[in-house]
């Protein structure tokens, strides 16, 4: 018994147009003849993959396996994120929506709220309102027990 693997709407890939001003953007990739293991994925895969998180909100992990594995998708993003690259990729495509749908630059909103804690306690308070339990309550999790430096070890199990 097999699953077939839905494929994800075309509305959810970046558009050639764009795609092929973002292609030579992407640094070139190596020929790999000792290493062995999976081949990289493909960057127009990948590009399309970070995009469909971003846009849907969905974690890496939750993102379509026609993309690859959310991990790999998490680890291209850091890669593109620390060279500096994601920055004029995600620039371009800011750019290329505001030619097709418009963006109107002069009022945007973040969603977000700033509110003090509840039971915060008050401002520069000498001590903190932290646990106030014991240490060493805790059950062991261990079936053997423990027992101390020079008592005979014997093997016994909790109730």
């Known amino acids: ?18 795609w092929e001003r973002l292609h030579p953007m992407l640094p070139r990739r190596k020929r790999r003849r000792t290493h062995p293991g ?4 493909e960057w127009r895969q990948v ?14 992990k939750a993102a379509p396996r026609e993309f690859g594995s959310g991990s790999s998708l998490h680890r291209y993003f850091q890669f593109l994120v620390a060279k500096e690259i994601f920055a004029r990729i995600w620039q371009m495509a800011l750019e290329e929506y505001d030619d097709l749908e418009g963006i109107q630059w002069e009022w945007q909103s973040i969603d977000g709220a700033m509110t003090k804690a509840p039971l915060g306690g008050e401002k520069n308070r000498p001590q903190s ?22 008592r005979r070890r014997q093997r016994c199990q909790y109730a």
Request: charged share 25%.
């Open 129 to 150: 309102h932290g646990s106030r339990q014991v240490g060493h309550q805790t059950v062991v999790a261990y079936r053997w027990r423990r027992y101390p430096i020079g």
């Open 38 to 41: 999976r081949k990289p994925l």
């Open 47 to 60: 590009i399309d993959g970070i995009f469909y998180v971003l846009r849907t909100g969905c974690q890496w």
């Open 1 to 18: 018994m097999t699953k077939e693997c839905q494929r994800i709407d075309d509305n959810w890939r970046i558009p050639d147009s764009l």
